[in-house]
């Protein structure tokens, strides 16, 4: 059966010729992905022994570094003396070289060409995001000396909370809360915000939350139709994951880039913000200087400074780089070329995986042919195609009487396995207030309940607070689809809404949180005398609701949600 939804997905591929017939086109587009996944399964054996026996599902959190890449890092820092990059011994200088060296590297890892490109290096996606954030509030305080001008920002309700966050230091901000929004505006030739307004639009490549990945056109047509007064932000964080992101036509591609390299390659934790030097002027106003970004500074007796202007790259990276994280990235991009030759094999295997995940996923039911999960997926996603989907799927779940199993019971389930998974809102507000239906006014009465991103509320009169996330990776295999369905079928599909207690004494939280994995384990009910046993309303399933009564709220939330039976 599960050869069944394996093949499913592909057989709508069209042939490349008219000779081949599509069936034996989907024959060899699935046993070339066969043969990938038995690469992969030997690469586990040699390069991921830390994974041996678990089942690691949150690439999305961070992939998993290699031994070679490990043990090559290892060696070159034996092997060699390195000084601070901005001392002028012999140990600095090769230091210097070596980190200019990767930083050429990492651009061409990307295909951008460091004539058109400066690639910044940071802690990460978020301090890449907040770096453009500061130089454009900057840009805007240095225009308005000379006369008025304003920070326009618009970002697209898939957006992270690092990229939501850029909102704070805009005059006025817009979340665009669907494609039609961003594709209306572009061809209404950019409205909402005037000639004395620099504009900022922000969208991920990829949402951390339902993997969805949005159009890497928009960018030069923002630009085009704004006659260049808006910029525009990609977020790759999630993209670059598994995908390959080209960067190879300047004209086309976003000004600014972010990326966290710990995503692609497991180690090191370094960032990057990749900046179009067309763009490059919007981040030279910056007022903040840091030792290494500067020419000459009065600190006695006067306050005048003078930055480096040699490349925006010097301007920008404020103290000693990370030096050494810097090495291993270099030998990151090596070892993870000769390990899974592209990101191109990357994407066509993960989106493989995540078809045939989806495949599996979608066809769980209970008994009584209530389906076990909802999956969330945008409208124009499909799995199996990597222009529009990565290897994300996010869901919920729910027992055959429609009750929902609060996602982080079912990442503790799934954890006390050997499963890993993430479960909550994700940092993806805009796509947890779509997804699963919350206007501004549910959220803070949810707040006001108590529920917090850092410690949910497992729900809020049973609709769900967050959502469970699995992500695969570049060396995710078949078998670790297949241990997450089997997980779910014998461990998540008997559970019954009796099974599931819930407590409101905080006191006792951890305790019914530890307690109910075993009482689900064990299909027992837990002591009256030692937990406080709360039933709240039941979740309705979808077929339960009415558009009317008491339960139009839930069947308005159902709606929008979009969920897939
Ligand atoms: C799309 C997206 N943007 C931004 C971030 C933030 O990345 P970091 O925590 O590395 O800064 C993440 C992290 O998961 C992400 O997936």
Redesign the pocket.
Known sequence: QSHLFLTSRYSNTSSPSTNVSSRKWVRVIVSQAMSYNLDVETLRDSEYGHLNGKTYLDH??TTLYAKSLVQEFARDLLGNLYGNPHSASTPSAVAGHRVDAVREKALRFFGANPEHYDLIFVS????AIKLVTECVRDYINYENTKGKKKFWYGYHKDA?N??VGVREHATTSRCFINDDEVEDWIRLGITGHSLDEVGLFAY?G?S?MTGRRLPLSWSARIRESSHGRTFTLL?A??LATTSPLDLSDPAASPDFVSV?FY?IFGFPDV?ALIIRKAAGHLLERRRYFGGGTIDMVIAVGGTSHVKRDTSLHDQLEDGTLPFHSIFALDIAIDVHARLFTSMARISSHTAFLASYLYDNLQHLRHTNGSSLLRIYTDDASSYGNPILQGATIVFNVYTSEGKLIPCEFIEKLADNEGIYIRSGSL?NPGGIATYLGYTPQDLKRAFALGNRCSKPLSDIDGNPTGVVRVSLGAMSTRQDVDTLVSFLVAKVLPIKGRDLVRSDDPLLENLIAYDTVSLLEDAKLPSATKHVVVERGAMKSPEELSSSGKSRRLARLFKISRFKR
């Open positions: 999305g959190g990460n996606a978020t301090a992270h690092s990229v991920p990829q951390n977020d964080a999630a966290s995503k960032g940092c």
